[in-house]
């Protein structure tokens, strides 16, 4: 199974990032795709999550209204659109393959990831 993900890079405050995810391999077709964020010396934290087949979408109370996930199945890929970035939105951006079709919060929830992308918002 492979994940790349990539879009990341250094933006001004109220700037916007697409984030992307390149999925391969995984061997059950209903996965919900899920991505999570650490920023230094914190924990891995969930962002959001969409179902199997898109219908689905799941959001942190934190990034709600400003953060939009979606995906291709066709392209096996996964985006994550970031609008209104906050300094605090300063981190390395994972997606990851879910155990189930409907999503959920926590990262055990989980069974592959990617390798990350960084996303640096400046004041």
């Known amino acids: 199974v492979q994940l790349q993900a990539s879009g990341g890079g250094l933006v001004q405050a109220g700037g916007s990032l697409r984030l992307s995810c390149a999925v391969s391999?995984?061997?059950?077709?209903?996965?919900?795709i899920g991505w999570f964020r650490q920023a230094p010396g914190k924990e891995r934290e969930f962002v959001a999550s969409i179902s199997w087949n898109g219908g689905s979408t799941v959001y942190a109370d934190n990034i709600q209204g400003r953060f939009t996930i979606s995906r291709d199945r066709a392209k096996s890929t996964v985006y994550l659109q970031m609008n209104s970035l906050k300094p605090e939105d300063t981190a390395v951006y994972y997606c990851?393959?879910?155990?189930?079709?409907?999503?959920?919060?926590?990262?055990?929830?989980?069974?592959?990831w990617g390798q990350g992308t960084l996303v640096t918002v400046s004041s």
């Open positions: 391999g995984v061997p059950w077709d209903d996965y919900a």
């Open positions: 990851a393959v879910s155990r189930r079709s409907y999503s959920g919060r926590g990262l055990t929830d989980y069974a592959y």
